[in-house]
Each structure stands twice: as C-alpha cells, then as structure tokens.
C-alpha cells in the first residue's frame, strides 16, 4: 500500500513558475517509478512526465522544456517544477506511484492538486 498527497497548487500568470510536491508513504520500497499527470475539465488524464528509480526521465512534448521531475529519495518526495506556464497548462496535477504490489501500468495515486494559468 502506498499513499501519495500532492501540495503545491495555485494561481499562477501565463510565463509564472510553480513547483509541485507529492510526498509518498507506506511502502515505499516497492515503488520503482513516479510520475506527474494531469486532467483538463473535459479530458482525459494524460501524462505530464516520469522519474524511474534510475533516474530515466520521460516528458510529454507539450512541456518538454519548461518542466522538470525530480525526487529526493531521503524526504520520499517527489517534484515538479513547472516554468513558463501557459493557460493550457491548467489542470488538476495529479502524483503517480509505480509499485511492485501493482500490475503496470496500474499505481498509486494522489488526490491532486489544482493548477491554474490565468492573468
């Protein structure tokens, strides 16, 4: 069993910065990747970017660039700096984590958080 919470959220102006937090417990060991995704109203959730244990990276085209995953490990946190946020970036963010107690592409996720790009 793993927990995720998500904080970071808010109101932001289109080119403003914002910088997510997912914090996991439980069973952490058996987590072997995390990632950040998001949902639009009247979307589907769809993948914003992945951090495997490794350290290998995966970005979606539409934020390659501007966004950036990282982990600390010792807080069992994960992150996400979003840079020169764009209105279409608005969304609920939502944290992932890859668990060996769940068949991929199945996990964990957190409540989420909400995003919103707007001047």
């Known amino acids: 069993q793993v927990q995720l919470v998500e904080s970071g959220g808010g109101l932001v102006q289109p080119g403003g910065s914002l910088r997510l937090s997912c914090a996991a417990s439980g069973s952490i060991s058996s987590i072997y990747a995390m990632g950040w995704y998001r949902q639009a109203p009247g979307k589907q959730r769809g993948l914003v970017a992945t951090v495997t244990n490794g350290g290998i990276t995966n970005y979606a085209d539409p934020v390659k660039g501007r966004f950036t995953i990282s982990r600390d490990n010792a807080k069992n946190t994960v992150y996400l700096q979003m840079n020169s946020l764009k209105a279409e970036d608005t969304a609920v963010y939502y944290c992932?984590?890859?668990?060996?107690?769940?068949?991929?592409?199945?996990?964990?996720w957190g409540q989420g958080t909400q995003v919103t790009v707007s001047s």
């Open positions: 992932k984590a890859f668990s060996r107690l769940r068949p991929f592409p199945d996990g964990y």
